[in-house]
């Protein structure tokens, strides 16, 4: 049982990072499951029940701002979210090997200089939208999913 929620919690991870660039609520929901999986798993370190609880009301908090319409990117905009996303899984990367606030802190960098480097592309320069609302209502759940993930990568370089 513990090598299927290893490779259950391995998948949704990786479904989670891939979705953060598509849909990002549905990125932040799938690492949620995967590292719950994976902490009920055995491999790697087990995360307290504060640290899951608190992710959780972070998820809850992301779903509720998509709920809301809040991550909405306008027709034609798509490609800031691939900057964006992209910025904060690097940024998570950067910050990985500082602990938990270096990887929300890496990740909240990361998208705010990919909204950056966004708005200098021709694209990003014509576009209408306000820049701060889609680094805001993309980068949020970026965020929680690379750092979702990059506590799972941490978790599982524990036992090695």
């Given at each position: 049982?513990?090598?299927?929620?290893?490779?259950?919690?391995?998948?949704?991870?990786?479904?989670?990072?891939?979705?953060?660039?598509?849909?990002?609520?549905?990125?932040?929901?799938?690492?949620?499951?995967?590292?719950?999986?994976l902490?009920?798993?055995?491999?790697?370190?087990?995360?307290?029940?504060?640290?899951?609880?608190?992710?959780?009301?972070?998820?809850?908090?992301?779903?509720?701002?998509?709920?809301?319409?809040?991550?909405?990117?306008?027709h034609?905009?798509?490609?800031a979210?691939?900057?964006?996303?992209?910025?904060?899984?690097?940024?998570?990367?950067?910050?990985?090997?500082?602990?938990?606030?270096?990887?929300?802190?890496?990740?909240?960098?990361?998208?705010?200089?990919?909204?950056?480097?966004?708005?200098?592309?021709?694209?990003?320069?014509?576009?209408?939208?306000?820049?701060?609302?889609?680094?805001l209502?993309?980068?949020?759940?970026?965020?929680?999913?690379?750092?979702?993930?990059?506590?799972?990568?941490?978790?599982?370089?524990?036992?090695?």
């Open positions: 049982m513990a090598t299927f929620l290893l490779i259950t919690g391995v998948i949704l991870l990786s479904v989670g990072i891939v979705e953060a660039f598509r849909h990002p609520s549905a990125g932040a929901v799938a690492a949620y499951a995967g590292i719950i999986s902490s009920y798993s055995g491999y790697g370190a087990s995360l307290s029940q504060r640290t899951l609880l608190f992710w959780a009301i972070a998820v809850i908090i992301v779903c509720g701002i998509s709920m809301a319409g809040g991550d909405r990117i306008p034609g905009q798509t490609p979210r691939y900057y964006i996303t992209g910025g904060a899984l690097a940024g998570m990367l950067a910050g990985l090997t500082l602990g938990q606030s270096g990887m929300i802190i890496g990740s909240a960098i990361g998208a705010i200089l990919g909204g950056l480097a966004w708005s200098r592309t021709p694209s990003g320069r014509t576009a209408p939208g306000k820049l701060w609302g889609m680094v209502s993309t980068g949020l759940p970026a965020i929680v999913t690379m750092t979702l993930a990059g506590k799972a990568l941490a978790q599982l370089l524990v036992n090695t």
